[in-house]
Nanobody, 123 residues
């Protein structure tokens, strides 16, 4: 069992930056693939980024490549999403998730979810 708590969301102007954190409790955090997803009103929950259990392999959605960076520290049971050059279309609730599938990019491949944190980017 893994419990996930996101933080760091907020209101930011276009072009600004935010760093989201996801603190995990429970056993074996280091054995989970961690993902960040986002869901805008009326839209599906989509993958933003994914990081392997070791932190050596990452995946990014095309829409955030070169702007977002995912990282983790297994000793701190924490995963981060650093977001730069934010755009209004990045506005969404951001969720972190833990799963076992190293190639997981869909919701169903993740077993544990946080409650989400709102990111709003104003134009």
């Amino acid at each position: 069992q893994v419990q996930l708590v996101e933080s760091g969301g907020g209101l930011v102007q276009a072009g600004g930056s935010l760093r989201l954190s996801c603190a995990a409790s429970g056993r074996s955090f280091g054995s989970y693939v961690m993902g960040w997803f986002r869901q805008a009103p009326g839209k599906e929950r989509d993958i933003v980024a994914r990081i392997s259990w070791s932190g050596t392999m990452t995946y990014y959605a095309d829409s955030v490549k070169d702007r977002f960076t995912i990282s983790r520290d297994n000793a701190k049971n924490t995963v981060w999403l650093q977001m730069y050059s934010l755009k209004p279309e990045d506005t969404a609730v951001y969720y972190c998730a833990a799963g076992r599938n190293r190639n997981g990019i869909t919701q169903r491949e993740y077993d544990y979810w946080g409650q989400g944190t709102q990111v709003t980017v104003s134009s």
